[in-house]
């Protein structure tokens, strides 16, 4: 089949950035075509102001030169704006007269700044600041003129005003609040960020309403209706923009503020799809870049047909880009809602101001002016929904003695920018190996703060402390699957999922294997992330299990193993006389009882297998090494006296529900009826221990030559609640972790409140047990259609 055509309208941040990923899921699959009104390559527009305060220039905010453009074969017409659609021949029309055919059509028309609907707004040296012209225009006037008023007291118009101080204007603010910023701060933190402005030399207008700009051709000033006036040549207006939908409302499109999208950034159109500023989403419009980055992942997935979770929304938040100040604001800000309270600290000598705001014990908002660097922590806590009814409040700003243990203890997996999801250890990975010395180099390289730029200083003085301090070197060798492929084990799950590859054999030769026939360690890995990915792949398996009752394990001097299952431990008069009267018949002689309550028959010859399984005539413990062990529980008989039945009954449950699954490790569990523990609850990979509250839940542990102890990931009220969860955390483990990547390393390496997040979200945790659900009836299915 040929490639597919994939038209962009706008050349900006947002629909560059989906090109992007469509890139990487499927780098030759489409026929590309961009049109940008403006004349220019990508550009990040947010650093916009920091060309006006001269800490750039416009080749620093470059992102994509002419030559990416022709590496990846696409045709580029800048300077050159669509203006109709025919949605019923797939085709696009532009101003230059040029037609152009889709199979699938991105709207990124981003937005258009507002303009105040007032007399003399077309007068020369009335501007916006949107555009690299306007930044120039502003440029320009300031080299003859030195009078400017800036139109809005919000982010976009503070940037530009600090701008036009460093070009040497004399600079009024107007404002038609009360005090700055004031979706993004509250009055004591807006009081101080004026104050801070107006010592270098910025003048404020408060509640000021704009009736008309005077002057002849060219702009003298602005007249407000109180009737005062102020002197200006250079008018700036920052007073917000609009999402850009006119070209969606004249295509029959449906729009409201924004051009309406469902969760895969689909139109009300077949085939056509919106993103970035120019899109309404769950009655959002969003003007920041990570949201913007989040919705061009999720359009790539659905363009190149790859299911995915939809885009759900985005925590905003705001980091002033002038220099001298620092100042972080993130979600809700505003206490007033007597469900909501605040922790705030002031420190007026240090010009230092801190709020948290709560809500259901989670942090819902935060601002923080002079001191920032809590900002990574209480960012993830917010997005993560974490649970912090446990932590000391006060403690969020608790001072690091040392700015260098600060940089040290995040942990390599933290996101450092947010924009476009680079970690701590890509930044210090690049850092080590390739010798990076500037924070230019490190942008240019991960792209980390290559947006908003509000991560930079992390970044700096992540660079600052690699540098300066013994570091330990990240490994040269990339950890690939196996020495048969240069791929690691989440790139192999990528391209089985990408390629819809359904054999090992099929794998390695896709995949370019090194060595045709795999090995010992890569043909299970295979086996077992295509066995994930496609349940009925290991119905197919001839080597799944023989049957419930005939299972065997073989020994090292030729005799086997059985283990008559017990679910729970628990057995009966008549199982027993049937172990013991086999044994006795086919004289095995070592019987044992292991700690996992299990009777093993040890020494059990292979001419008698057959004889022994028809005798016993009952289900036989999983043979298999990676599943879910039998789950060791504590009759406790001397050391208390508390009711055991609860936890020997969840035991009996979650054996039943989880024997014969494969997982990446073997998963070993303890239930214990009371904090006494008898079972080692703590040390499992899943422990569970009975309390007044209803049940600890414990994840992460192991009782192996390394001794651990589990996370505390809960404690369930009732439980059917415990099953959910902990049938949920093993699905979630098998679909997510390395193949034999113990349950202690997976959850060190995606994060205990990661897991946390997923098993709390309702609707994550229904998935999870729905696909567990499908793959047990696919295992019963086999067993019944076998006759076992």
């Not at 509640?207 to 002197?231: C, L, N, P, S």
């Not at 730029?453 to 330990?472: A, F, R, T």
Request: aromatic share 6%; hydrophobic share 35%.
């Amino acid at each position: 089949m040929g490639k597919k055509k994939l038209v962009l309208v706008g050349n900006g941040m947002a629909g560059v950035r989906c090109i992007e990923e469509i890139l990487k899921l499927d780098p030759t699959g489409f026929e590309i075509t961009i049109f940008g009104s403006e004349p220019h390559v990508n550009y990040n527009r947010i650093l916009l102001s920091s060309i006006l305060q001269g800490s750039t220039s416009f080749g620093d905010i470059t992102l994509h030169d002419r030559e990416w453009y022709e590496h990846h074969q696409i045709n580029l017409f800048t300077g050159e704006t669509v203006i109709e659609i025919d949605k019923h021949l797939q085709v696009v029309e532009t101003d230059q007269h040029r037609m152009v055919s889709y199979d699938y059509l991105i709207i990124a028309t981003g937005s258009v700044p507002f303009s105040l609907p007032i007399p003399g707004t077309d007068k020369q040296g009335v501007v916006t600041f949107r555009t690299m012209e306007d930044c120039q225009k502003m440029i320009e006037i300031s080299k003859k003129n030195k009078k400017a008023v800036v139109i809005g007291g919000g982010v976009l118009g503070l940037e530009a005003a600090k701008g036009l101080l460093n070009l040497g204007m004399d600079v009024n603010v107007v404002h038609i609040g009360s005090y700055l910023m004031e979706r993004q701060l509250d009055e004591t933190a807006a009081r101080m960020l004026q104050e801070e402005l107006e010592s270098q030399g910025m003048k404020f207008l408060f509640q000021k309403e704009t009736k008309e700009i005077v002057g002849d051709i060219g702009a003298k000033g602005v007249i407000f209706k109180d009737g005062t006036k102020v002197e200006a040549n250079l008018i700036v207006m920052a007073a917000g923009v609009r999402p850009n939908v006119q070209l969606a409302q004249n295509s029959g499109i449906e729009t409201n503020r924004a051009i309406l999208v469902n969760d895969y950034m689909e139109t009300s159109e077949t085939n056509i799809y919106a993103v970035g500023e120019c899109v309404e989403h769950r009655g959002m419009v969003y003007g920041l870049v990570q949201p913007l980055y989040e919705q061009g992942k999720v359009l790539a997935k659905r363009i190149c047909g790859i299911e995915g979770q939809g885009y759900e929304g985005s925590v905003l938040s705001t980091q002033l880009k002038i220099s001298g100040i620092d100042l972080f604001s993130v979600g809700a800000i505003h206490d007033k809602n007597s469900s909501i309270q605040s922790i705030k600290i002031y420190d007026e000598v240090q010009r230092v101001y801190k709020k948290v705001v709560f809500q259901d014990h989670r942090i819902i908002g935060a601002v923080l002016f002079g001191d920032t660097k809590e900002r990574t922590k209480l960012l993830d806590m917010i997005l993560k929904h974490q649970d912090v009814s446990d932590i000391f409040k006060v403690s969020f700003f608790a001072q690091e003695k040392d700015d260098d243990f600060s940089i040290a203890s995040i942990p390599t997996s933290k996101i450092i920018c947010n924009c476009n999801s680079v970690t701590k250890g890509t930044i210090q990975e690049a850092i080590q190996r390739r010798g990076l010395t500037t924070v230019e180099e490190i942008k240019k390289c991960t792209r980390a703060s290559t947006s908003c730029g509000g991560c930079k200083p992390l970044v700096s003085d992540l660079l600052s402390y690699i540098q300066n301090n013994e570091v330990e070197k990240i490994s040269e060798e990339k950890s690939c699957l196996c020495s048969c492929t240069t791929l690691n084990d989440d790139e192999v799950v990528q391209e089985i999922e990408r390629q819809g590859l359904t054999t090992i054999q099929e794998v390695m030769k896709v995949l370019d294997w090194k060595n045709s026939e795999g090995c010992s360690t890569c043909r299970p890995a295979i086996n077992y992330y295509l066995g994930m990915i496609n349940p009925e792949y290991e119905s197919r398996q001839q080597a799944l299990f023989i049957n419930e009752k005939m299972n065997a394990v073989i020994q090292s001097n030729g005799t086997y193993t059985l283990i008559p299952q017990m679910y729970g431990g628990i057995t009966n008069p008549e199982q027993l006389k049937k172990i013991a009267h086999v044994a006795e018949k086919y004289q095995i002689d070592n019987v044992a009882i292991t700690s996992d309550q299990r009777i093993h028959l040890l020494g059990v010859k292979k001419e008698d297998l057959s004889d022994v399984w028809a005798e016993l005539n009952m289900p036989l413990s999983s043979t298999q090494a990676n599943g879910v062990q039998n789950i060791k529980t504590c009759i406790g008989e001397h050391i208390c006296s508390c009711d055991k039945k609860s936890s020997i009954e969840l035991a009996i449950s979650l054996e039943k529900q989880l024997e014969f699954l494969t997982t990446p490790y073997r998963i070993k569990m303890g239930i214990s009826s009371c904090l006494h523990n008898g079972a080692g609850s703590t040390t499992k990979d899943v422990g569970i221990i009975g309390v007044d509250r209803g049940w600890e839940i414990y994840i992460g542990g192991s009782s192996g030559r390394n001794v651990r102890s589990g996370e505390l990931l809960c404690v369930a009220a009732t439980t059917e609640e415990a099953m959910e969860l902990i049938r949920g955390f093993v699905q979630y483990y098998r679909e997510t972790a390395n193949y034999l990547e113990r349950t202690w390393q997976w959850v060190e390496r995606v994060g205990l409140v990661h897991v946390r997040e997923v098993l709390f979200d309702v609707e994550l945790r229904q998935q999870l047990l729905e696909h567990l659900a499908e793959e047990i009836a696919l295992r019963k299915n086999l067993v019944a259609k076998n006759g076992f």
